[in-house]
């Protein structure tokens, strides 16, 4: 089987879960429950991890486009019978406006095909492989011409309107033909197997009720800076990736799509990081809205409970689960071979002493941003992560990019220990009597002195990832986007340049370090968002724009780029390149935000 490009997906969401659909139009990956359940589709991750294809029985050349403001994708095929588009979606509740839309989700994939001119023969290939490919489900006649598929927890029921559909055991092949102006609509509906049975919806209907979701949602969200068409993707994209039941923010709709393929940094982002936290809140706000915003921040507030001794965990659950214990489908291939696919992910073991200061900077962007007062959970958790950077933030950890090694000092981690503190005085008045601003502040200081110290390097001429390491780091860009030092400064500006000089390409991105074989979005948008506070704003124009350009035709990102290929790679779309773009087109908009 030819594997397709990470670029050749789309993208589908019902703000519960998200499926991805190829230019071929089979949708290879599907996690029906929530985001970060078992699959029912995972051709993704191996040829028989199952797939749904629905496309022309002869080639096609193929165009496809998001209905603005939606995750309504129209994909055309143009055949030399004809053409047809393919309308994919998953689907709304019926009725869901505003901040409704995924709070009820049915589970229910639709697939519209549409005759535009001749006649088209279709062909459909049902293929379910429920818990990631391990269980091999029965298919059942059910009346009009509709197929059931059960296996495990899971059941599936497929309907196609006119259309009758007949199991071949483990599979639904069939062909139909299009004609201009005709419709055919499928539905493909989860359930778990001892609960209710599945919805019923009408593709067609529900196809339109559902882009009328996404628009009135988008609707009540006003960008009003530059770049305003990859804004607003961007933010329907989070808003995609948003669970809407808790208000968590996926780091990634898949797992174990590698850095490199055939290595095996190949790991499980279907989770939430306190650590993209304070970003992620800023790009809600700029993009979105402060409804989105103050929800992540309840959910993150819930998530990590009353304080005490053991380090905050950098990432959690959907829901605010603590356990991720990371194991690995030794029955999948990977993608294009890249092995282990893992489940779970084990990071959140890890001590990453930034967690606190992310999170201690998203209560200050609440209380300044929205003018909210700090009730008095709010009030003990943010003195218990203070107290606990007072008593940890001379300890090495992991560090941003949760290296498996051996811990160090890393530079991003002390900076936001420093801001942490930083905030922490400012919040101060807020907090009451065990407040102790005049202590934090000497801690504060203290770690200003020693970062300002330990991670300049001479020789580099530049900020460097670890304290003592002469290894430069793209990480260092953050110093300037989170406060510590101006990007005017004279050793911040040597390290920017620097970075420029050694990390960048030409066509716009960045790696993270000297040997990283790719580009890596984020850390792109930073030098945009850097150059940009320096006074440079042509420069962070030009940049920014080239950067834009390594985004598929849907305007999605993964988590990185080949710098050879010019292939996305990693995660994908990946939360934080579209949280980084927004940042970085509102900073080119407002250079001097916080």
Known sequence: MHQPEF????????????ALVGRD??????????????????????????????????????????RPDTLVLRTVHHTPEGSVAVIDALAAEVGARAHQLGMNSPAVLLRVVEGLSGRVRMHLDFAPRPEYGLLTPYLHERPEGAVL????????????????????????????????????????AYAPVYGPPPARLDPVTMVEETA??????????????????????????????TYARSGAVAAALTTSLPER??????????????????????????????????????????????????????LFGLEGERDLSEHDCAHLRGYADSRPVRIGNDAWRQRQLDVPGEVIAAVWQLHDYLGETLDEELREMVLGLAEQVAATWRQPDRGMWETRDIERHYLSSKVLCWGAMHRAVQLAPQLGGQADPRR???????????????????????????????????????????????????????TIEVIERELSTDDGLVRRWNTDPAGFVL?????????????EMERA???????????????????QVDLDTGAQLGNTPQALSHIGLINAAWRLTEPTTD
């Open 261 to 314: 393929i055939g290595s095996d940094r190949n790991y499980d982002y279907r989770y939430s990081w306190l650590r993209d936290f304070a970003m992620t809140m800023r790009a809600l706000w700029v993009a979105a809205c402060p409804h989105e915003a103050s929800r992540l921040f309840a959910w993150a507030a819930r998530s990590i409970g009353r304080i005490g001794d053991q380090p905050v965990p950098v």
């Open 541 to 559: 124009r030009v940049l920014f724009e080239k950067v834009l350009g390594h985004a598929n035709d849907l305007g999605l990102f993964a988590e």
């Open 25 to 66: 139009g089979s949708i290879d990956w599907w996690c029906p429950h929530r985001f970060d359940a078992p699959s029912v589709f995972a051709r993704l991750l191996d040829p028989a991890g199952g797939h749904w294809r629905i496309a022309p029985l002869a080639a096609s050349r193929v165009e496809r486009a998001y």
């Open 523 to 535: 850390c792109s948008f930073w030098l945009v968002e850097c150059l940009a506070m320096a006074g």
């Open 440 to 494: 934090w502040a000497g801690i504060r200081d203290e770690i200003r002195e020693t970062v300002l110290r330990e991670g300049w390097h001479d020789g580099i001429g530049a900020y460097t990832g670890a304290f003592g390491s002469a290894e430069l780091d793209a990480s260092a860009l953050f110093l300037p986007v989170v406060g510590f030092l101006p990007a005017t400064d004279p050793r911040m500006r040597s």
């Open 149 to 188: 598929a059960t296996a495990g927890p899971v059941a599936l029921v497929l309907r196609g309107t006119g259309q009758v559909l007949r199991p071949d055991r483990d599979r639904v092949a069939h062909t139909f033909e299009v004609s201009a102006g005709q419709q055919v609509g499928f539905d493909l």
């Open 7 to 18: 670029s050749d997906y789309g993208f589908l969401s019902d703000c519960r879960s998200g």
């Open 212 to 241: 009328q979701a996404w628009e009135a949602y988008r609707e009540t969200h006003r960008y009003p800076g530059q770049y305003h068409d990859q804004v607003r993707t961007s933010a329907t994209v989070l808003t995609g990736l």
